[in-house]
């Protein structure tokens, strides 16, 4: 990751050119490439594959994507094209809140994008857009614009972190400790154990996430309440 990454999601150079396949565009590529790690995961999305799915060359694709590594780049920053899905909001926690339950929807819908996320990489010009809407409706509620694209940052990890149990359980509750399941590896950790026995007050991890958010919140607030 670097300059070229920069330079593709950026710049316009790659936009145009002469001797490009009719019907071939970088967005079409790049939109093909999503669908395929959607249905299939990000190992799934080669040149080869994506040239198939396209009804073209392998080499017509080089023409407007330098490879696959610059191909993901550019889809994960097509997930963030369009407005981000954050609706009117009165006050600085419930927009924050629905900041923190977009990012976990966007992941939710394109779990390969998780990894693409934690990597290292430029902010591109769909993230950079939600990034500014989020800040704008921030600072409109009378937030300062400083604080608050701390406070997005700080939502924004604990979403990332968050997000990834149900992921990878598909339901973030049973999967994700279903080692429990077996008595003789349970034995070896009895505080887990206990935690998962049918009637336990508060062992249901199903609402693990906005439990989670609301208490970052609250961080959020007494802060604010103490630098007043």
Request: proline share 6%; charged share 25%; aromatic share 8%.
């Amino acid at each position: 990751m670097g300059k070229a990454d920069y330079d593709l999601l950026w710049g316009e150079a790659t936009r145009t050119g002469r001797g490009r396949p009719a019907g071939l565009s970088r967005e079409r590529i790049v939109a093909e490439a999503v669908a395929i790690a959607d249905a299939e995961g990000l190992q799934k999305v080669s040149m080869k594959h994506l040239a198939e799915r396209l009804g073209s060359g392998v080499m017509s694709l080089y023409r407007h994507v330098p490879g696959k590594d610059e191909l993901v780049v550019l889809m994960y920053d097509s997930l963030m094209a369009g407005p981000m899905p954050l609706p009117e909001a009165g006050d600085w926690r419930e927009i924050l809140r629905r900041w923190g339950l977009g990012v976990r929807d966007l992941f939710n819908a394109h779990p390969w994008a998780l990894t693409v996320a934690t990597s290292e990489r430029p902010m591109g010009p769909g993230e950079a857009g939600w990034v500014d809407d989020v800040i704008g409706r921030l600072t409109a509620v009378g937030m300062p614009a400083e604080l608050g694209l701390i406070a997005v940052l700080t939502v924004d990890c604990f979403a990332l972190g968050a997000v990834r149990p149900e992921i990878n359980s598909g339901s973030g509750e049973t999967d994700f400790f279903q080692f429990l399941a077996d008595p003789v590896i349970s034995a070896r950790y009895p505080n887990l154990a206990r935690l998962a026995e049918p009637g336990t007050a508060d062992a249901d991890m199903g609402g693990y996430f906005e439990f989670g958010l609301e208490r970052v919140l609250d961080g959020l607030e007494r802060h604010i309440e103490t630098h007043r």
